[in-house]
């Protein structure tokens, strides 16, 4: 059986109240009572009940996490820096995956309300699937409780953090366009989801400015997120008399996913065709070649979500995605 902080007192024959001052490093407490006190709790292996802590000051100290899809690799790496940048406020987080089912994202806020959450951090599923609905934020926001989500849902007033896809693919785009490069195949494109729809978008726009025309099928090529079909519609594209170039994958972990078809297939990279995308993780670096990716600043947008739940009201933030370079993306 846990020691509680009564079994302390019995024991150092003091009262709770001196017990609960000399854990709390509070005055009122002579220095040898306070050792002996300290001395007791670690030899007993005493912890403090943070849920009575919690129902006397009002306050738990933890922040919820809603993330939209835990399997997106960008979004480990995301939990690992907002943990860092909580604890140095003295925060806990508590994670929860909505697995892109915009009713176990409800689910999910209420049990982190219930936890006693006092700020929420969501990754919304809206950002990947299209819906109107949200309710369930309106309702945090009238009840003032504090919350921010990472992606965009405008014309609500929320406090939200994204990037903007459209200029970042623009700049991916113009990178490769730099490169020599006029024929592209967009992979894993998904109408549903909000940055694929504005990557595209900028893709597109950046060919236009550069003359090239990316309505005609050779200029820019479109296959789907049904993995099924990758090997098929790039064994097509491949074998056309004007193959692409360059491949630009939706985010990362199509990325990932993409490099065995292509060797399966005995397309090279860059040799055969240049890849860049979008998103930035570990992995980028550890295949061969290194993938070229649009890099977002993570630690800039760990630490806007990470802001004080009890601040100022945020305004929405803006985190612009830098190109970088490497041996996957070459001349053609």
């Known amino acids: 059986m846990a020691v509680t902080i009564r079994d302390l007192a019995r024991m150092s024959n003091t009262s709770v109240a001196t017990?609960?001052?000399?854990?709390?490093?509070?005055?009122?407490?002579?220095?040898?009572?306070?050792?002996?006190?300290?001395?007791?709790?670690?030899?007993?292996?005493?912890?403090p009940n943070r849920t009575a802590q919690s129902l006397v000051r009002k306050k738990t100290h933890l922040i919820g996490l809603v993330v939209s899809a835990i399997s997106n690799p960008w979004y480990v790496e995301f939990l690992g820096r907002m943990e860092i940048f909580c604890n140095r406020r003295g925060y806990q987080i508590l994670v929860?995956?909505?697995?892109?089912?915009?009713?176990?994202?409800?689910?999910?806020?209420?049990?982190?309300?219930?936890?006693?959450?006092?700020?929420?951090?969501?990754?919304?599923?809206?950002?990947?699937?299209?819906?109107?609905?949200?309710?369930?934020?309106?309702?945090?926001?009238?009840?003032?409780?504090?919350?921010v989500l990472?992606?965009?849902?405008?014309?609500?007033?929320?406090?939200?953090?994204?990037?903007?896809?459209?200029?970042?693919?623009?700049?991916?785009?113009?990178?490769?366009?730099?490169?020599?490069?006029?024929?592209?195949?967009?992979?894993?494109?998904?109408?549903?989801?909000?940055?694929?729809?504005?990557?595209?978008?900028?893709?597109?726009?950046?060919?236009?400015?550069?003359?090239?025309?990316?309505?005609?099928?050779?200029?820019?090529?479109?296959?789907?997120?049904?993995?099924?079909?990758?090997?098929?519609?790039?064994?097509?594209?491949?074998?056309?008399?004007?193959p692409p170039t360059a491949l630009i994958p939706t985010n990362c972990q199509v990325s990932l996913e993409l490099y065995r078809p292509l060797q399966q297939m005995g397309i090279s990279i860059p040799g055969d065709v240049s890849i860049a995308s979008f998103d930035d993780t570990f992995w980028v670096k550890l295949v061969t070649p290194s993938l070229s990716v649009c890099r977002p600043d993570g630690e800039m947008v760990s630490q806007l979500a990470a802001a004080d739940p009890h601040g100022a009201h945020r305004k929405s933030q803006w985190n612009q995605p830098n190109p970088a370079g490497s041996p996957a993306a070459g001349s053609p």
């Open 19 to 47: 017990v609960s001052r000399a854990l709390g490093k509070k005055p009122g407490v002579t220095p040898e009572t306070r050792e002996r006190i300290l001395h007791l709790a670690e030899s007993l292996g005493y912890q």
């Open 96 to 147: 929860s995956d909505s697995a892109l089912n915009v009713e176990r994202e409800k689910e999910n806020i209420n049990i982190m309300l219930q936890h006693q959450a006092e700020g929420l951090i969501i990754f919304p599923v809206s950002d990947w699937l299209i819906q109107e609905e949200f309710d369930y934020y309106l309702k945090l926001k009238l009840k003032h409780f504090p919350f």
């Open 150 to 242: 990472i992606g965009k849902v405008e014309g609500y007033g929320f406090d939200c953090v994204f990037s903007e896809e459209v200029s970042s693919a623009r700049t991916l785009a113009r990178h490769l366009i730099g490169l020599g490069h006029r024929h592209f195949g967009v992979v894993g494109y998904d109408p549903n989801n909000r940055p694929c729809r504005e990557r595209l978008q900028g893709i597109r726009l950046e060919m236009e400015s550069a003359g090239l025309c990316p309505s005609m099928e050779e200029g820019l090529r479109i296959t789907g997120c049904d993995r099924s079909r990758w090997v098929e519609t790039l064994g097509g594209w491949f074998t056309s008399s004007i």
